[in-house]
């Protein structure tokens, strides 16, 4: 108990520095694990944006980029896939339910997807989790719009606004539909997906703002107002992608490659699962530098502890001579200096600990809200609490060095007044 006794004393008399240093490990472990948290956060936040769907369907494209675009509304689609296209798989004896979508407008740098109502019974999140309504109903009027919680949270709507939607999916856009504006009808409880940041009207809305269009321009002269176009014909020509719901799991791979060999026109199908694994397989060596770099941080500050204490022996050798005057063997030298890199490294890695699950707290929400980004606060995993394991065993190991330069100072060298 004589040698943790003294390196504690030790430590104490230092305390500016060795608080430096316990605080430079501190922020290398939490970056270690922070990095490792927001990772499996990400993964988690992606798999849970959309549950119970067996297929997306669009036109013929990468995995990746039919995913991103028609889930995270990410990236534009290459194509569009024709209603034809679109009833014929619906009508298909394997599939349950198919819910459209339809994407190219924008409201303030928010997404519009035109859909039908079965879309906020049928789309799941979070392990089969519906949505539901913070405040309002679903669109039932032509010109209704649901908004997500984000939407409404960040540009202040509230039930019964009106909103002008614009052309296009830039932030800023000069094309506005300002003819045609719409209601709130509803608003959708948070979710922690991209339906948070989603704005939704119903297919023949979409074709409504655009009937006296051309060519992404409105045709000069040709403009019908919002009365006149609610008398009209106005099923949609082409969907951007669908969401498909099969009777029997077992039947996937079956209409998967029905309509990827579709002859009408080029689509594709993907599981929604499998391509979430492209997507990982895809950024994995990002994932892979970060935690080399995350490892780095960590070796950096391991080491400046063991500068530290090889820095601060010179100005300790009278204290090493003392020691051994009273009894002390070189092995009592070499357990001391041990045992304070021990305890830096111990205190460093707690109070580490401590700062990353104290930031996940305060910050948890903000992220959450800002990017959809669930971060869970759980306990450190078997992997994470190794990972804690062998930088308390590299610290050790790292105070080898000094402990071995002081056990060789000998007595008279610690006695001797150098000039």
Do not use: C
């Not at 190219?104 to 039908?116: E, I, K, M, Q, Y």
């Not at 014909?233 to 969401?243: D, F, N, Q, Y």
């Not at 996937?252 to 199908?269: D, V, W």
């Amino acid at each position: 108990m004589i040698i943790p006794r003294l390196a504690a004393q030790s430590l104490r008399n230092r305390a500016l520095t060795a608080s430096l240093t316990v605080l430079a490990i501190a922020v290398s472990v939490m970056l270690l694990l922070g990095v490792e948290k927001v990772r499996t956060g990400a993964r988690q936040s992606f798999a849970d944006t959309i549950s119970g769907t067996d297929l997306v369907v669009g036109a013929r494209s990468g995995a990746i980029q039919l995913l991103l675009y028609s889930v995270f509304r990410i990236g534009n689609a290459t194509n569009n896939v024709t209603w034809k296209s679109y009833q014929d798989i619906a009508k298909r004896p394997e599939v349950a339910w198919m819910v459209p979508l339809s994407l190219g407008d924008s409201h303030r740098g928010f997404r519009v997807l035109g859909t039908t109502t079965d879309y906020f019974t049928r789309y799941k999140y979070r392990h089969g989790q519906p949505l539901a309504f913070a405040a309002g109903k679903p669109f039932s009027d032509l010109f209704d719009v649901v908004i997500g919680a984000d939407v409404a949270s960040a540009l202040g709507y509230k039930v019964g606004d009106r909103i002008v939607v614009a052309h296009g999916t830039g932030s800023v856009s000069f094309v506005e539909h300002e003819d045609k504006p719409f209601q709130v009808a509803g608003i959708l409880a948070k979710t922690g997906t991209p339906v948070d940041r989603t704005l939704f009207v119903s297919l023949e809305a979409i074709e409504a703002i655009h009937v006296d269009w051309q060519t992404g321009m409105p045709v000069p002269g040709q403009g019908i107002s919002a009365d006149e176009v609610r008398k009209m014909h106005l099923e949609p020509k082409a969907i951007t992608a669908a969401l498909v719901g099969l009777n029997s799991k077992l039947a996937t791979f079956k209409l998967q490659r029905a309509i990827n060999e579709y002859r009408e026109e080029p689509l594709s199908a993907i599981i929604p699962g499998a391509a979430l694994q492209e997507l990982w397989a895809l950024v994995a060596t990002a994932e892979t530098a970060l935690s080399v770099i995350s490892a780095m941080v960590v070796a950096t500050a391991l080491l400046g502890m063991v500068t530290t204490i090889l820095t601060s022996l010179n100005e300790r050798r009278r204290e090493m001579a003392i020691l051994r005057s009273v009894g002390a063997r070189p092995a009592t030298i070499l357990g001391l200096l041990t045992t304070e890199a021990a305890f830096l490294t111990l205190s460093g890695v707690g109070l580490g600990v401590a700062l990353l699950y104290g930031s996940l707290i305060l910050l948890r929400p903000v992220v959450d809200r800002a990017y959809g980004l669930g971060l869970a606060v759980d306990a450190p995993t078997g992997a994470e609490w190794l990972t804690l394991g062998a930088i308390v065993l590299a610290g050790v190991v790292a105070g080898l060095i000094p402990a071995l330069r002081a056990y060789r100072l000998s007595l008279a060298d610690g006695m001797t007044v150098r000039t």
